[in-house]
């Protein structure tokens, strides 16, 4: 059988941040995806989504998205981005292909399908979190006999037809999510805290550049881990509208559910016929459960370097796998940090 030098299970923004990076290097490598076509995560996102940053900060290493229709690109033209850029770099793609289980014979890594298996001297694995949604316990969840649906199986407003509905999280996602359904809905936001709404003309520049500074600060001891975000809400049109609408007010989401909907934290009940949590995601690690190092929904790194097995690299999952590596900006660096050390780590192989 075919012995690869890298292979790169997900083909998300993670994967071909990658992929660019490798491509500069005379090696074997393959990436195979669960989906059908080019686009990872943002193929399950909500039909009106829009990306809340400028082109330089909503693009991939090495080629710049097209200028968007309107201020921000919305999901569609992101996509359409991913399938060019994949298209324009020649990337080796199989899909839809679905990794079942990756082991380790001290040697080689076996990948095992749905379909063929492979063999590598390295993997990095870009699978994401969005096939891992994230849902808080409440109390009392299970008496709930509306539907609960996450922000990753919301579409559009028809789904939700004449329901009532409770949105659940204060990210961008839950106050796009809000701004859409209201127009539609009757709608009760819910958020831990009240939502932090950033100024009409700061976007996603500001957040990024932030959390860096803070992330910094963090590595010196200044600051708490709490303490720097990605999830302060940039006020693109449709936030801006529902303001104007005076509907973008959320109350604290200290509640308990029943049967036909929750018992607020004052004691007063309220019915609901739906809730979208836009809660956020997990790290996806399922397809490493037989090589035992995943604990607690983590592997042990040392920046992407998996520590407890030689050849292994996790990219884009959130700040554990590097600093803001699960967004469209920030993986780039984490990519080709990763490959300059897949690249060490071969060329020590070859000549010890």
Same mark, same amino acid.
């Given at each position: ?32 995806? !669960? !989906? ?6 943002? $193929? ?5 989504? =829009? ?7 909503? #693009? $991939? ?14 999901? !569609?033209?992101?996509? #359409? ?21 990756? %082991? ?22 870009? %699978?994401?979190?969005?096939? !891992? ?26 789904? $939700? ?10 990210? &961008? ?35 990024? &550049? ?11 001891? +200044? ?46 009940? +309220? ?12 790290? &996806?690690?399922?397809? $490493? ?10 592997? =042990?790194?040392?920046? %992407? ?7 292994? *690299? ?5 700040? *554990? ?18 490959? +300059? ?6 060329? &020590?192989?070859?000549?010890?």
């Amino acid at each position: 059988m075919k012995i690869y030098d890298v292979i790169i299970i997900g083909g998300g923004q993670a994967g071909l941040s990658v992929a660019y990076f490798l491509k500069k290097h005379n090696l074997d490598y393959l990436i195979l995806d !669960n !989906n059908a076509e080019a686009g990872g995560s943002w $193929l399950k996102v909500w039909d009106s989504l =829009k990306l809340f940053s400028p082109g330089i900060y909503s #693009s $991939l290493s090495g080629w710049m998205i097209r200028p968007p229709k309107e201020e921000y690109p919305d999901k !569609n033209e992101f996509i #359409s981005y991913m399938s060019d850029y994949e298209k324009r770099y020649d990337f080796p793609i199989k899909r839809p292909v679905n990794v079942t289980s990756v %082991t380790h014979d001290g040697e080689y890594y076996h990948i095992q399908t749905d379909g063929d298996n492979y063999i590598s001297r390295t993997v990095i694995g870009c %699978t994401g979190t969005a096939a !891992n949604p994230k849902i808080p316990t409440y109390e009392g969840i299970e008496k709930f006999k509306g539907e609960q649906l996450h922000s990753v199986n919301y579409k559009n407003p028809e789904q $939700l037809k004449g329901k009532k509905i409770l949105i659940v999280g204060g990210g &961008n996602s839950g106050a796009q999510i809000v701004s859409e359904l209201t127009k539609t809905n009757k709608v009760q936001w819910a958020t831990i805290t009240p939502p932090t709404f950033l100024p009409d003309d700061v976007d996603g520049r500001y957040l990024f &550049n932030n959390a860096t500074q803070k992330y910094r600060s963090l590595l010196k001891g +200044e600051v708490n881990k709490e303490e720097y975000s990605l999830a302060d809400i940039v006020m693109i049109d449709s936030v801006k509208d529902a303001r104007e609408r005076g509907v973008l007010h959320a109350r604290r989401s200290t509640f308990s559910f029943s049967s036909d909907g929750v018992i607020w934290e004052d004691g007063t009940s +309220e019915a609901f016929d739906a809730v979208i949590w836009c809660t956020g995601f997990k790290a &996806n690690l399922s397809f $490493l459960s037989d090589l035992n190092i995943v604990d607690n929904g983590e592997v =042990k790194t040392n920046g %992407t370097r998996v520590e407890l097995l030689k050849g292994l *690299w996790l990219v884009g999952y959130g700040n *554990w796998t590097g600093f803001a590596s699960a967004t469209i900006y920030g993986v780039g660096k984490t990519a080709k940090n990763t490959v +300059e050390e897949v690249i060490e780590y071969l060329i &020590n192989l070859k000549f010890g």
